[in-house]
């Protein structure tokens, strides 16, 4: 048996994989423990490195250090794949709002931390620690962990502690508030989801109408498109109780009915322009004399990655129309300027054969999609490091600033999924292969961390580190009820979009997961996946410049 001791105690690269793979099998395991609806997921894995390196069962600094940089990397890059398509047009008008929103609380649990500081003398750098986990945001911690590395060339392991303490009630803290929110403005679910239903976001929507206004009676679609000055689609007409495909040169005759997909909010310009709105069962549709069918087509060939629809010509050489593109689940009106991307997911319109030959030259296969693109990964990773060990001086701090291992891959990450098709860089993953490597990265972080932290956690909670608790209490719940009555107060905004801009500002998955079971709509998480790429870098951002205020 002297074998298995030693090789719980040596210092080898054997020790360290299976101290790692401890941790974070059994903080997986504890992460199924709930409290009441809550739980605390992985976090549990961090508590876990605590309770073992607590207990002797430490690893090589080395190799620790490396375990969690490149842990790091792997879960932002991960999100900023995700993200990345909708990160921009997130941050159009109805993302505007939310973003400026989510910068409040943020810019309020800073300088509450910061006041924190300066009322009871508490340290600074510590204080960012207890922030770290009262926001429950993991890459922040990282990011003033490495600045502090660099600027002093040591680690500062109460950071990890702080942020340990403080985390547990950081993720009850953002649904507490949540809930208080709908108590201090007695709001009722039931009304609340009744009053939301008539949305203003634009979403795509499929609308029919009939021919009806003379002045545009004989002339063709694409006419009709300028006039209107908006994008969309005429997925198929019916003329004389027969279906056609349309093209663009297609002349309108008076009392065709066509079937339009087109944003929301270009419906009632589009009725007033063409003629009134009438509704047929698609049963209707299917019964009138035609060959046409509907067929969901996926984009699977490489080359396809970054062309426009225009650049096939599919409507002009095969009769067939592309009413919408499914991008990430969000659908999109397939106007001719707009680049298709592998794993699109292609609406489109036409007879059976023509239907084939489409699906043959989009791809069409979804086992090609099962293949890992690796290139775009760690071509990314090598230039988000290079973007993130770049040092930026601000006025007034003596040190520059970087964006470090955390926001460098983020950003590039984002750059590369939004304009890496325009390149031909094919940037799909499955949702499946993309969280698998969040998963991996952020474990590898959060037991790297809680074995580093171990050694002097117990010591630091008796030194002083209760109130910790309290402080990342504040810093929690204090900016989010002042945040959530502006938004409620002051912007009108509903309830569900109020849960996802806390839960995205906090960059909290389990707050998420709270919020659409109280919601039935999908306001929560598209406010949650408008605010969090924002958050996610700004988080990271002042971690690093309150580290910087703390050093000088």
Known sequence: MEWLVNLFTSNSIANSVLIIGLTIAVGLLLSRIKFGSVSLGITWVLFTGILLSHFGLGIDPRICDFVKEFGLILFVYSIGLQVGPGF???????????????????????????????????????????????????????????????VTGA???????????????????????????????????????????????????????????????????????????SKFVVARMIRDDKQQIVAGDTVLNENDILRIVASSEDVELLQSLIGESIKIDER?????????????????????????????????????????????????VATYELRLQMGDVVVVVGRKQDLDDVAAILGNSVRRLDHPNLLPIFIGIFFGVLLGSIPIMFPGIPQPIKLGLAGGPLIVAILVARYGPRYKLVTFTTNSANMMIREIGISLFLAAVGLSAGETFVSSICDGGYWWVLYGVAITILPLLITGIIARKAMKMDYFSIMGLMSGAMTDPPALAYANTVATNDRASVAYASVYPLTMFLRIFTAQILVLIALS
């Open 88 to 150: 921009f047009s997130s941050l159009r008008e109805g993302g505007i709002k939310l973003n400026m929103l989510a910068v409040t609380i943020i810019l309020l649990g800073c300088l509450t931390a910061f006041g924190i500081h300066l009322l009871t003398g508490e340290d600074l750098t510590t204080m960012v620690g207890v922030l770290s986990g009262a926001v429950t945001n993991t890459p922040g911690l990282g990011a003033a962990q490495q600045t502090i590395s660099d």
């Open 155 to 229: 680690n500062d392991n109460t950071l990890a502690a702080a942020y340990a303490v403080a985390y547990p009630l950081g993720v009850v803290g953002i649904i507490l508030s949540m809930i208080a929110i709908r108590y201090l403005f007695r709001i009722k679910i039931d009304r609340e989801q009744a009053a939301t239903l008539d949305s203003n976001a634009p979403h795509t929507v499929r609308i029919e109408l009939r021919v009806t206004n003379h002045g545009v009676v004989g002339k063709s679609i694409e006419e009709v498109s300028h006039i209107a000055r």
């Open 284 to 332: 209707e549709w299917k019964s009138t004399t035609s060959n046409l069918e509907k067929r969901r087509i996926v984009v699977t060939k490489p080359q396809l990655n970054g062309k426009h629809i225009s650049d096939l010509h599919i409507r002009a050489n095969y009769n067939v129309t592309i009413t919408r593109v499914v991008r990430a689940g969000i659908e999109l």
